[in-house]
T-cell receptor
Framework: GENVEQHPSTLSVQEGDSAVIKCTYS??????FPWYKQELGKRPQLIID?????GEKKDQRIAVTLNKTAKHFSLHITETQPEDSAVYFC??????????FGQGTTLQVKP | DAGITQSPRHKVTETGTPVTLRCHQT?????MYWYRQDPGHGLRLIHY???????DKGEVSDGYSVSRSKTEDFLLTLESATSSQTSVYFC?????????????FGPGTRLTVL
C-alpha cells in the first residue's frame, strides 16, 4: 500500500528564516497532496494542498512543490514567525480519497 | 470548522469495556473518516464511510467497528478496549467543492484505556 515518509522529524529555525519540510510517497497513482498544521491540543488544519497537474502552489508565505517523477513534495515557509511553531503533516491520496499521512515534523521558530 | 463535532472529548475507561465515540456533522457530506493519532505515527485511518450503511476498512481497523445509520453521524466502537487503543481519535469529513475534495477534521477525542 501507499507509504509516506516525512523529514525531518524536528526542525528549529530562527524567526525570519525559511523552513523546508520534505515528503516522499510510494504510490505512483497518488494525485493529491495536502499539508496540515497542528497546534498543541488542536485539530489538524489544512494549510495548503497541491494536485498532480501542477508543480508548485503558493499562498503568501507558504508554498508547496511537487516532483512526480521523483515522487516527492515539499513545504516551504518563508519569513517564519513564532506562530508558525506547530507540528506539520504531509499526506498523499489517490482517487480513493483515503489520505496516508507522514509521521509529522515539529517546527520550532525561535524569536 | 466544517460543522464537525465529536463526543465525548475525553474518556477514561478500563481494559475490556466497550467504548463508542461519536462524530456528528451538520452539512450532509457523504464521506466521513475515523483516524487515530499516536506519537511517531502521524494520523492513521481506521475506517471510513462513503454513505449511509456504506463503510470500509482503513489501515488500522483491527479491534474497531463503525456504523453509519444517518448521514450526519458516524460512530466508532471499540468492542473490548485495550491499552494499545489509548490514543487521540479524530473524525474527518470530505468537502467536495469546485471539483476538489478536501478533508477537514473534528476537534478530537482523547481516549485513555487503563
Amino acid at each position: 500500500g501507499e507509504n509516506v515518509e516525512q523529514h525531518p522529524s524536528t526542525l528549529s529555525v530562527q524567526e525570519g528564516d525559511s523552513a523546508v519540510i520534505k515528503c516522499t510517497y510510494s504510490d505512483s497513482a497518488s494525485n493529491y497532496f495536502p499539508w496540515y498544521k497542528q497546534e498543541l491540543g488542536k485539530r489538524p488544519q489544512l494549510i495548503i494542498d497541491i494536485r498532480s497537474n501542477v508543480g508548485e502552489k503558493k499562498d503568501q508565505r507558504i508554498a508547496v512543490t511537487l516532483n512526480k517523477t521523483a515522487k516527492h513534495f515539499s513545504l516551504h515557509i518563508t519569513e517564519t514567525q513564532p506562530e508558525d511553531s506547530a507540528v506539520y503533516f504531509c499526506a498523499a491520496s489517490s482517487n480513493t480519497g483515503k489520505l496516508i499521512f507522514g509521521q509529522g515534523t515539529t517546527l520550532q521558530v525561535k524569536p | 470548522d466544517a460543522g464537525i463535532t465529536q463526543s465525548p472529548r475525553h474518556k477514561v475507561t478500563e481494559t475490556g469495556t466497550p467504548v463508542t465515540l461519536r462524530c456528528h456533522q451538520t452539512e450532509n457530506h457523504r464521506y466521513m473518516y475515523w483516524y487515530r493519532q499516536d506519537p511517531g505515527h502521524g494520523l492513521r485511518l481506521i475506517h471510513y464511510s462513503y454513505g449511509v450503511k456504506d463503510t470500509d476498512k482503513g489501515e488500522v481497523s483491527d479491534g474497531y467497528s463503525v456504523s453509519r445509520s444517518k448521514t450526519e453521524d458516524f460512530l466508532l466502537t471499540l468492542e473490548s478496549a485495550t491499552s494499545s487503543q489509548t490514543s487521540v481519535y479524530f473524525c474527518a469529513i470530505s468537502v467536495v467543492a469546485g471539483g476538489t475534495d478536501t478533508q477537514y477534521f473534528g476537534p478530537g477525542t482523547r481516549l485513555t484505556v487503563l
